[in-house]
């Protein structure tokens, strides 16, 4: 038995906690009888994959195949994004859609079906697997893919590793010019400005903006919109660039060494951290060439960033609400949250877009992700969110969650009822995969 | 194109070797008992590096089919690691013959008859460098862990021996003493982490150690310090201590 948690630090429980390194050692496990749930590099902020017996993925983390001629990867679940980078970058690929960390595994981002700055042009992650063999209850290896075993492909794919444990996955990566990103950062004032801003940046590849959540009034919504290309080599200036333009300089790696007092993030000082971030951009629009890791990774040169929110821990609320509703929705909710006050310094906002999977997180629409350190007020002010996010038809990321109740869940993922059915039926009747929110939102028993 | 042997290629210690001389351009021959492992980490490596990697199967306690295997090696390798161990819970190897036997025989009785064939090979062709895993619990006998200990101490009272043999021949020994390292095999233990050495920080050392003809590498340089004051407490006062 050993202390774990997810990224947010809340909740922590005591689990027995067990790795694999073969499909045979994995099958053991599972003829142990309890419940079980994988758990990949503890990215995910909540309770997702906690639960009293955890299986660690990540020592199963081989790349089994790679084609050159079509970029296509095949590679077992406990590879890190970051493992591929460091492999790839330097070859000329990239990943197909990443999210704001790369430090997650290639099994967590089917589960969780992540999205990235380029979902209104991509789509989310889960979109990009062409197959992947996912091991049963029973210790039988299924492939699926979009075409073969398809049912059991749906629900995989943002199916919170509920349907079983995957195994390995193959998906195409990107080609790159170069490991650099031609960044261009606007300032919008307010919440209209910035709406209209993504509305404008369609064509552009990646796009995303931080947003001040603490700015009220004339000021609400005020932020800053990066949005992005992969740089071409001609797109390079920098002489040190050009000369090795698939090569990135390590950073500097910062790290909170300790666990911050919890008085250390306060009204002040995260209203004097976003009153800084927003003003170091002046107004206007402001072209870069920044390499990947700035550009989509900034928060991963700090190890154990999660520290600083101290030892209550800490959630991301993170909803999105459809389009139609996101101009009028954004900024009452977004008006309520800066009356709180409860808000700190890193929030996010982006446009999605489109998106039919079973499961997932991503719909046309505006989604804002934001942190909370844990205390009863911020509980009390999601209950509140709660009710605005489902009346304007929007719903909570999984992968963030640590607090949602049953009703909220039933009431905003439209295929809750039928993703409980399909689980049970495609382990043959009963299911030991089972997480501790799984159990808290009622999709297993 | 040099080639380097791995002798218990599955270990995440021999891993993260193999990924280090994969880089540098090296090609692989991955030697180890555990087939399911084997074929995973070899197309690992070649994905991550384009070079050529073979696996072999090999069981460290099997001593008799040791000849037959390096014979029977497409590619006689440059440079060889053996990395492979055994470690069982120190309570109940204490009293368990078998696993008495097991302990000796694979951490040192299988080093000392592999790294003996390739070592005449190596002789013969008058170059070539030998790497191997021994242990600072070799360095003294302690009661937490003295029969796994005196395997290792064997198997660097060997390794020393060899490499006083070999060093006229053109043929360069190295043994490896890790200290703590964060592995599969210590995953349940409690370990201080100023004292852990990751297996990348070990394969780096082995790397850079067989480049500059080092004799004796402990990874982290505290361990060669910390070793030096254990071996000279006086052994009155050092039996009475509990290590």
């Known amino acids: ?445 | 194109m040099k080639n380097i042997l791995i002798l218990g290629a599955t270990s995440d210690m021999a891993q993260a070797i193999a990924k280090k001389y994969a880089e540098q351009g090296w090609s692989l021959t991955l030697a180890a008992r555990q087939e399911a492992l084997l074929g995973p980490i070899a197309s690992d490596l070649k994905v991550r590096a384009d070079v050529p990697v073979q696996t072999v199967l090999f069981d460290a306690a099997d001593f008799a089919g040791h000849r037959k295997l390096y014979e029977s090696l497409e590619t006689k390798p440059d440079a060889v690691i053996a990395c492979f161990g055994y470690m069982s819970d120190q309570e109940k190897v204490r009293s368990d013959v078998e696993d008495i036997r097991r302990t000796i025989d694979v951490n040192f009785t299988g080093m000392a008859t592999i790294l003996s064939i390739i070592a005449a090979d190596f002789e013969q062709r008058g170059r070539g460098a030998i790497a191997a895993v021994s242990s600072v619990a070799g360095d003294r006998g302690r009661q937490s862990n003295y029969i796994y200990g005196s395997a290792k101490a064997g198997l660097s009272a060997f390794l020393g021996g060899l490499r006083n043999r070999l060093a006229k021949k053109g043929v360069h020994v190295m043994t490896v003493k890790p200290g703590f390292a964060r592995t599969k095999m210590t995953e349940n233990l409690e370990l201080p982490a100023a004292l852990t050495a990751s297996p990348e920080q070990i394969a780096d050392a082995v790397f850079k150690g067989l480049e500059k003809k080092k004799n004796v590498v402990y990874t982290l340089w505290m361990w060669r310090w910390i070793m030096l004051i254990i071996r000279h407490i006086p052994e009155f006062i050092f039996k009475k201590m509990s290590m």
């Open chain 1, 1 to 445: 038995m050993r202390k774990i948690s997810d990224w947010g630090n809340y909740p922590v429980i005591e689990a027995e906690v067990n790795g694999f390194d073969t499909a045979e050692q994995l099958k053991r496990q599972l003829e142990q009888p309890g419940e079980v749930i994988a758990f990949g590099n503890g990215r995910s902020y909540g309770d997702a994959s906690l639960q009293d017996r955890i299986l660690l993925t990540r020592r199963f983390s081989k790349f089994l195949s790679f084609d050159p001629a079509t970029g296509e990867l095949c590679c077992q679940a406990g590879v890190l994004l970051s493992e591929i980078l460091d492999v790839f970058v330097p070859k000329g690929w990239f990943l197909p859609v990443t999210p704001g960390t790369k430090l997650i595994t290639v099994g967590g981002a089917i589960a969780s079906d992540v999205h990235g700055k380029n979902h209104h042009v991509d789509g989310s992650f889960g979109q990009h697997i062409r197959s992947m063999d996912v091991m049963r209850n029973d210790g039988s290896v299924i492939t699926c893919s979009p075409t073969e075993n398809a049912e059991f492909f749906k629900v995989t794919v943002g199916g919170m590793g509920l349907s079983g444990i995957i195994l390995n996955a193959s998906f195409r990566l990107r080609k790159i010019e170069t490991a650099y990103i031609r960044e261009e950062t606007v300032r919008a004032s307010n919440l209209d400005e910035i709406m209209d801003g993504f509305e404008a940046s369609d064509d552009w590849t990646y796009s995303v903006a931080w947003i001040d959540c603490l700015a009220k009034g004339d000021a609400l919504g005020r932020s800053i919109l990066m949005r992005g290309e992969h740089a071409a080599e001609t797109d390079l200036v920098e002489q040190a660039h050009r000369a090795k333009p698939l090569a990135v300089k390590k950073g500097l790696q910062l790290g909170v060494p300790v666990v911050f007092p919890n008085f250390a993030l306060n009204p002040l000082s995260m209203k004097a951290f976003n009153f800084a971030y927003y003003n170091k951009t002046r107004p206007g629009t402001h072209k870069h060439i920044v390499d990947y890791n700035s550009f989509f990774y900034p928060l991963d040169a700090v190890d154990n960033w999660n520290r600083i929110y101290g030892r209550r821990g800490f959630t991301q609320y993170q909803f999105v609400i459809p389009k139609e509703a996101g101009r009028e929705g954004m900024r009452k909710i977004l008006t309520r949250i800066t009356e709180s006050g409860l808000g700190s310094f890193l929030a996010v906002l982006k446009l999605f877009g489109e998106q039919d999977s079973f499961m997932s997180f991503p719909m046309a629409g505006y989604t804002l992700a934001l942190d909370f350190p844990i205390s009863s007020k911020a509980m009390e002010l999601f209950k509140e969110l709660d009710a605005m996010v489902a009346d304007y038809g929007g719903r909570l990321y999984l992968a963030k969650d640590s607090r949602m109740d049953a009703a909220m869940f039933e009431k905003t993922y439209p295929n809750a009822n039928e993703f409980r059915q399909a689980i049970a039926m495609l382990n043959e009747g009963s299911t030991q995969f089972a997480s501790l929110q799984s159990k808290r939102i009622g999709i297993t028993g």
